[in-house]
């Protein structure tokens, strides 16, 4: 197992979708839900792609605006197009389409920008002839052959060997689609791990793994974990998706993946031309702009040991716990949860001094403005003797995560 202590002190990155599924603009799965023939997706969508805005320096400066610590982008998604000049297939973004390599530019931006470089990469390849089929309405559960199969671990083994040996040092690769198995997956990431030895591998594709991690779900594994998630409905760009997250539910998704001590993935879809959708950049900035206020909390945060409340979450670091209100509870607030000696309280925004009492379990926040100040959360931060602890512990209940 690599070391993980940048990504528990990163807790926040960027998952950014791109392919030429981007032109169709119906997210990322398109060819598979409509049925679409290859020769037909390849005409309309692969060969008139162009990228032709594409400036990855600029997905970078979003990312360190919005508080992000690391960007994993799709180097290739299921429908087996590669960014790269892959010399397994010439279904890839040098040979058709934008006519260039999109990975390096990509990758050179994001450590110009001293952030972490990830690669997403599909095991599934709908396309290739070996794989059992592009247009399951569930996964595939079985290989035609095992001679097959073997075709295809050597085939998407090449390809990884490629993107491992082509652009210096990856931080991390992100699996997804390793369906069916098994795909030789605890020899392949030995192969990966001997190539970029500090490289953090997740779990989809089997041991040995350097964290866990799902997606559209907040809750949280064991380990070092991360989860992913998407800020409308959608990974890859779908024009006409306007569900979006607010900026008060991204940050209310971050506190408690970090309060459960986890690492959030926020997805963003660029357009065809590689500019990132103005609503998500908007979204993303405001976040960013919360964490320059308050972001203390984040990095390496804990698994905090508090049960809930109902005017906020609770998150904890070290020997601070941090009450972040998202309702207001008036000018007083009491967290009976707390079993250390309270040493100081203070706003963390303005780092003005909160008025405090502990009587018995009780907590009590005093002279709290009201309305809370901040439109997305007030973040009150008490300094504890000692690792935090709860006056009684929590191990089940019924309101369901």
Known sequence: MSDTSWFTQARYGMFIHWGAYAV?????????????PYPEYTAKYVA?????KYDPAAWAALARRAGMKYLVLTTRHHDGFALWDTKTSEFNAV????KRDLLRPYVEAVRAAGLKVGFYYSVADWRHPDYPGAYFRDWPKEWPD????????AYYRAQLEELMTGYGKIDLLWYDGCIPGPLDGAETNARVKKLQPDILINERNGAPFDFACQEQSLKAKEGVWESC???????????????????REVVRMLLTVAGKGGNLLLNVGPMPDGTVPPESSRILEAVGAWLARNGEFLPDSGRCPYSWNNSGIVTTRGNT????????????FCLAEIGNKVLAARRLDSG???AFEQAGDRLFLR???CPLPDPIATTVALDVEGDPRPVTEQTTFWVPE
């Open 24 to 36: 169709a603009g119906r997210g990322e799965w398109v060819l598979n839900r409509e049925r679409i």
């Open 48 to 52: 008139p792609w162009r990228a032709e």
């Open 95 to 98: 040979r058709m389409g934008p």
């Open 146 to 153: 095992e001679a097959g199969r073997k075709r295809f671990v």
């Open 229 to 247: 998630m998407t800020l409308n409905d959608n990974w890859g760009y779908h024009a006409g998706d306007d569900f979006w997250k607010n900026p």
């Open 321 to 332: 716990v941090y009450v972040h209100l998202l309702k207001s509870p008036g000018t007083e």
């Open 352 to 354: 003005e001094p909160i």
């Open 367 to 369: 002279g709290l403005p």
